[in-house]
Nanobody
Framework: QVQLVESGGGLVQPGGSLRLSCAGS????????MGWYRQAPGKQRELVAG???????SYLDSVKGRFTISRDNAKNTVYLQMNSLKPEDTAVYYC????????WGQGTQVTVSS
């Protein structure tokens, strides 16, 4: 079972940037498509960005042009660079396999507020 640990969240003003990291344990990490998800209070968890094992990416329409997902398979790590942050990006952010079949980590809180 792969364990996932997210980090890098925090409080940022609108227009600011954050870089999230997700470290995974186990050798299978690098062979899987991965995704960043978020869950805002009172809302369902949604897939924000995905990346295949070969680096092809996809994004939720509302974050296109602002967020960039990447991965370093040698480090078993997936990143989410978030620029031009908006208050509506406020949520707990999680990473998981693209089909969300692994156990969830604790997530990392992102708060965008002035």
């Amino acid at each position: 079972q792969v364990q996932l640990v997210e980090s890098g969240g925090g409080l940022v003003q609108p227009g600011g940037s954050l870089r999230l990291s997700c470290a995974g344990s186990g050798s299978s990490f690098r062979f899987n498509a991965m995704g960043w998800y978020r869950q805002a209070p009172g809302k369902q968890r949604e897939l924000v960005a995905g990346i295949t094992r070969f680096g092809a990416t996809s994004y939720l329409d509302s974050v296109k042009g602002r967020f960039t997902i990447s991965r370093d398979n040698a480090k078993n790590t997936v990143y989410l660079q978030m620029n031009s942050l908006k208050p509506e990006d406020t949520a707990v952010y999680y990473c998981n396999r693209a089909d969300a079949s692994w156990s969830w980590g604790q997530g990392t809180q992102v708060t965008v507020s002035s």
